[in-house]
């Protein structure tokens, strides 16, 4: 029996999955710089380290109209023959191993829905229900019509950036309208909330282009390696931390909470999560920071340590991304509010303090304890 790992999401109550080795990293969707009119699922372009890089939506995939994008939504990177594309997906599940011997690699229509069939790699019928894995390698080959264009369009955008002369700035745009339509190049608008996120409020539309600002000043590679740790970021309380991506088994919303009678203040509740009862625990005390409301709505990252799952109740999930060992400080000599004994270390993320958790310590020692007889 051989077994492989997905990365899964979800979208419009179906289930998806992408090879993990494939995806280079995560983080939630930047302001795009939309193109439309390119006959592709491509919605608009990012500037990612100074590399242009394509953007579909899962949505399109589909075969369903594009209503638009969500400020909780992630964009997945993925590379495949030399070429880097992104997919904008409302959900992000867990990574899962999954037996390949159970992958139908003809489904029927009746599995993959509208999808076009070329877009998919099989479909897995196991433990885990049904998951369609796309075929990163077709989806990559569709890009290569419109790359040139793609490329092209960001010149585009380059020249009329660095363009001060209002006069130049106009006769440019008359220029390149005119060879848009003798080339069928593809149109390129300002507004990305327009076209996609009109309601967004302006706090969030300054986030957006916080995000693509961090994006695109980012310069060290992250590429996925043995040297880098994979890493969670979340925030508690209006701070940074890190989890290990490899202890994380899903993100998700507290649907559903039970209270559980005569439980110690750090333990929430119980939530069922697709069949599986898991045990919320809040970590804030331990951290010394001020506990706040928990209700059904409220996000939540399940980790596994060893035998023990539990769901962490967090303010926001972040970012998916990689952190290399070299850039964390150990904790000796530092200054800490938080409970250093469950802390591995520090390091910067986006010009803030991002304090690396020690799940496994905080789940198997001290007060925060979590075992079956919760």
Same mark, same amino acid.
């Given at each position: 029996?051989?077994?492989?790992?997905?990365?899964?999401?979800?979208?419009?109550?179906?289930?998806?999955?992408?090879?993990?080795?494939?995806?280079?990293?995560?983080?939630?969707?930047?302001?795009?710089?939309?193109?439309?009119?390119?006959?592709?699922?491509?919605?608009?372009?990012?500037?990612?380290?100074? =590399?242009?890089?394509?953007?579909?939506?899962?949505?399109?995939?589909?075969?369903?109209?594009?209503?638009?994008?969500?400020?909780?939504?992630?964009?997945?990177?993925?590379?495949?023959?030399?070429?880097?594309?992104?997919?904008?997906?409302?959900?992000?599940?867990?990574?899962?191993?999954?037996?390949?011997?159970?992958?139908?690699?003809?489904?029927?229509?009746?599995?993959?829905?509208?999808?076009?069939?070329?877009?998919?790699?099989?479909?897995? =019928?196991?433990?885990?229900?049904?998951?369609?894995?796309?075929?990163?390698?077709?989806?990559?080959? =569709?890009?290569?019509?419109?790359?040139?264009?793609?490329?092209?369009?960001?010149?585009?955008?380059?020249?009329?950036?660095?363009?001060?002369?209002?006069?130049?700035?106009?006769?440019?745009?008359?220029?390149?309208?005119?060879?848009?339509?003798?080339?069928?190049?593809?149109?390129?608008?300002?507004?990305?909330?327009?076209?996609?996120?009109?309601?967004?409020?302006?706090?969030?539309?300054?986030?957006?282009?916080?995000?693509?600002?961090?994006?695109?000043?980012?310069?060290?590679?992250?590429?996925?390696?043995?040297?880098?740790?994979?890493?969670?970021?979340?925030?508690?309380?209006?701070?940074?931390?890190?989890?290990?991506?490899?202890?994380?088994?899903?993100?998700?919303?507290?649907?559903?909470?039970?209270?559980?009678?005569?439980?110690?203040?750090?333990?929430?509740?119980?939530?069922?999560?697709?069949?599986?009862?898991?045990?919320?625990?809040?970590?804030?005390?331990?951290?010394?920071?001020?506990?706040?409301?928990?209700?059904?709505?409220?996000?939540?990252?399940?980790? =596994?340590?060893?035998?023990?799952?539990?769901?962490?109740?967090?303010?926001?999930?972040?970012?998916?991304?990689?952190?290399?060992?070299?850039?964390?400080?150990?904790?000796?000599?530092?200054?800490?509010?938080?409970?250093?004994?469950?802390?591995?270390?520090?390091?910067?993320?986006?010009?803030?303090?991002?304090?690396?958790?020690?799940?496994?310590?905080?789940?198997?020692?001290?007060?925060?304890?979590?075992?079956?007889?919760?």
């Amino acid at each position: 029996m051989e077994n492989k790992q997905y990365l899964t999401f979800s979208s419009q109550n179906l289930h998806y999955g992408i090879e993990a080795a494939l995806v280079q990293e995560i983080f939630p969707i930047p302001e795009l710089t939309p193109i439309v009119e390119t006959f592709t699922n491509i919605i608009g372009i990012i500037n990612l380290r100074e =590399q242009t890089v394509p953007i579909m939506h899962l949505d399109l995939l589909q075969g369903h109209p594009l209503k638009g994008c969500h400020f909780s939504d992630y964009v997945i990177i993925m590379q495949c023959d030399d070429l880097q594309m992104g997919l904008v997906v409302h959900q992000l599940d867990e990574v899962l191993e999954l037996n390949t011997e159970v992958i139908e690699t003809e489904p029927s229509t009746e599995l993959i829905c509208d999808i076009n069939p070329a877009f998919i790699a099989g479909v897995y =019928q196991g433990d885990y229900g049904n998951i369609i894995l796309l075929n990163l390698k077709t989806l990559v080959r =569709q890009l290569d019509a419109v790359l040139p264009l793609i490329w092209d369009a960001q010149m585009q955008l380059d020249i009329m950036a660095e363009s001060s002369n209002n006069e130049v700035e106009q006769q440019l745009e008359q220029e390149l309208s005119q060879q848009n339509e003798e080339l069928q190049m593809p149109q390129i608008t300002s507004s990305f909330f327009d076209l996609y996120c009109p309601d967004a409020t302006p706090e969030e539309r300054a986030i957006f282009r916080q995000r693509a600002d961090n994006i695109r000043k980012q310069t060290e590679s992250l590429k996925v390696t043995n040297k880098l740790m994979p890493m969670a970021v979340i925030s508690l309380s209006n701070q940074y931390f890190g989890l290990d991506l490899e202890l994380v088994r899903a993100f998700t919303n507290i649907s559903n909470l039970t209270p559980i009678p005569c439980c110690p203040n750090h333990i929430v509740g119980n939530m069922n999560l697709r069949g599986e009862i898991v045990t919320l625990v809040d970590i804030r005390n331990v951290l010394n920071l001020p506990t706040t409301p928990i209700s059904v709505g409220s996000p939540a990252v399940v980790v =596994q340590v060893d035998d023990i799952v539990a769901g962490l109740p967090v303010d926001q999930v972040l970012e998916m991304t990689y952190l290399n060992p070299t850039d964390m400080t150990s904790l000796s000599g530092i200054l800490s509010d938080f409970g250093e004994q469950y802390l591995q270390g520090t390091a910067f993320f986006q010009e803030k303090m991002l304090n690396i958790l020690d799940l496994p310590k905080i789940l198997t020692q001290g007060k925060l304890a979590v075992n079956e007889e919760v």
